[in-house]
């Protein structure tokens, strides 16, 4: 019940922004996805825990976007701040999570400028762990995006990032959704070494959804994830989780590094 009153809460504020601004959101494509990313439950439990592995401390998420990760970080972490680059997604999880007392605030977070210490200086070496999922692929200068991020952990804290994997793989989906690029381990790894990390893990993740990826993307040039194919996707996540164990090992739909800062 409580999901369900959260999801329509979301869309409510959606539409308002629509009609108080009089103007469509600046990210559409992306919001679409994200709403159909919101009603997998079992595929973002699965996505947290690997995200999760590393957590701790005061934690930033950056691209929170509609608070699907958030919410899970909200419920397992005390002390936890959301960010986005978007001020109408900044509205929504301040709208949506303002009740929760794990709940530290959000800001409105840009990794790509030149100037980001001297913009953001109440936030520097401010966390415990910086977590950014589905978000570097999206800045083209990635290596000042990652240093941007570093910027932003104490001493000995962890940068968790998750982008998407496989250049071969990219495809209509990847345009439309603002994706610069795709990434190898060794690729990911390099980028957050450039930026003084010590690597612990690298890793892919999710390899099952490699074929609907090419399939809707390089074949029916697809340009949203529908809810339809997520909500099926969704009800087969145990069982990609079992074949994670063989194949992510070798190959994923995303690829996920953790570095510390020393």
């Known amino acids: 019940m409580e999901r369900w009153v959260s999801r329509h809460l979301l869309h409510f504020e959606i539409q308002l922004i629509r009609l108080m601004q009089k103007e469509t959101l600046t990210d559409p494509s992306g919001f679409e996805t994200l709403d159909a990313f919101s009603r997998a439950d079992r595929f973002n439990r699965w996505q947290f825990s690997a995200l999760n592995r590393s957590v701790q401390g005061q934690i930033l998420e950056i691209g929170s976007g509609t608070g699907n990760i958030s919410e899970l970080l909200l419920k397992n972490h005390s002390h936890v701040s959301l960010s986005d680059l978007r001020s109408e997604y900044c509205h929504l999880l301040e709208t949506k999570f303002n009740n929760n007392p794990h709940f530290k605030g959000v800001y409105e977070l840009d990794l790509s400028i030149n100037n980001f210490d001297s913009k953001y200086p ?23 995006a990652v240093r941007n ?19 071969w793989l990219y495809n209509s989906l990847d345009k439309e959704l603002g994706h610069y690029k795709r990434y190898s381990k060794f690729k990911l790894k390099s980028l957050l070494e450039s930026a003084g990390l010590v690597v612990r893990d690298t890793r892919y993740f999710n390899a099952a959804a490699i074929l609907g990826w090419w399939i809707s993307g390089k074949v029916l040039r697809e340009k949203t994830v529908s809810v339809s194919k997520m909500n099926l996707y ?9 074949t994670d164990w063989f194949i992510a090992p070798f190959v994923g739909i995303s690829v996920i590094s953790v570095g510390v800062k020393n």
């Open 122 to 144: 109440e936030l520097l070496a401010k966390f415990d762990t910086v977590i950014a999922s589905n978000v570097i692929e999206h800045i083209t200068p990635d290596t000042l």
């Open 149 to 167: 991020a570093t910027a932003l952990l104490r001493k000995g804290g962890r940068l968790i990032v998750l982008v998407p994997a496989g250049q």
């Open 234 to 242: 969704n009800r087969l996540t145990p069982l990609f989780k079992i």
